[in-house]
């Protein structure tokens, strides 16, 4: 999980959508699997497969990187919102005790969360 600048809800209008294609394109240069993936206005969540070879460290540092750059190229306005696109910080856990089902349901079921909240008030 990691978020943009100031968690900042700038993951929307199509900035989303082109999010998720730019990672799922960069994970197949990193040789990472995608196993879930969802992206909040103002947060990703991403379950992967990574190689320790590779490490989750360096994975995630380059998948914030390659995104920052071409997102910020192709929407301008991100570059004057923010001096930044991610914050430095992530927060990566294992799923070693959870069943991999439940982990994906949970991620899947974050847009669906958010709006029953943002009805809520």
């Known amino acids: 999980v990691w978020c943009p600048k100031y968690r900042r809800k700038v993951l929307t ?14 994970a197949a240069n990193l040789s990472v699997d995608i196993l879930e993936m969802e992206i909040m206005p103002d947060h990703v969540h991403m379950l992967l497969e990574v190689d320790p070879q590779l490490g989750i460290h360096k994975a995630v540092k380059s998948f914030k990187g390659y995104t920052s750059r071409i997102l910020r190229q192709e929407f301008p306005y991100l570059k004057t919102k923010m001096p930044t696109l991610w914050t430095n910080s992530y927060f990566v856990s294992t799923v070693g005790g959870a069943p991999l089902e439940t982990v994906k349901q949970y991620i899947e079921n974050q847009k669906t969360s958010q709006r029953q909240k943002d009805k809520m008030g």
């Not at 209008?13 to 730019?22: A, P, Q, S």
């Open 13 to 26: 209008n199509g900035v989303d959508v082109r999010l998720k294609e730019l990672l799922t394109e960069y």
